[in-house]
């Protein structure tokens, strides 16, 4: 005969007991009063004038937001120039084709056809 069919009926039931354990504990938490914190308790902390020079991990997360938002502006920046710098090419080429458009015209004109 194979263990298994044990093995999983055990885990079942210790599944089950753990679940009604659960179950059976959070309706006593849900009577309990929660106080709001307010700056001046003592244990309020204030999350956003925490030391940052102590954790590397907050250290590269501070470091990469504020290249991130350098980034985009420049990419703004960057784009307005190229933008700008397009329109510019469009209208001297448009200036050019007119003018080339005008020249043929005269030049056809003097020879006659």
Do not use: C, W
């Not at 009604?20 to 307010?38: I, K, P, V």
């Amino acid at each position: 005969m194979s263990k298994y069919p044990v093995i999983l009926a055990g885990g079942l039931l210790a599944l089950t007991g753990h679940f009604a354990l659960a179950q059976s504990t959070t309706g006593a938490t849900t009577t309990t009063t929660t106080t709001a914190t307010t700056p001046s308790d003592p244990a309020y902390t204030d999350q956003s004038r925490a030391n940052q020079s102590n954790d590397p991990y907050i250290k590269k997360r501070v470091t990469v937001k504020e290249a991130k938002k350098q980034y985009k502006a420049d990419k703004a920046e960057a784009k307005d120039e190229y933008k700008e710098k397009k329109s510019d090419a469009k209208e001297d080429y448009k200036a050019t084709k007119r003018d080339a458009r005008e020249t043929r015209k005269e030049e056809l004109k003097e020879t006659g056809r």
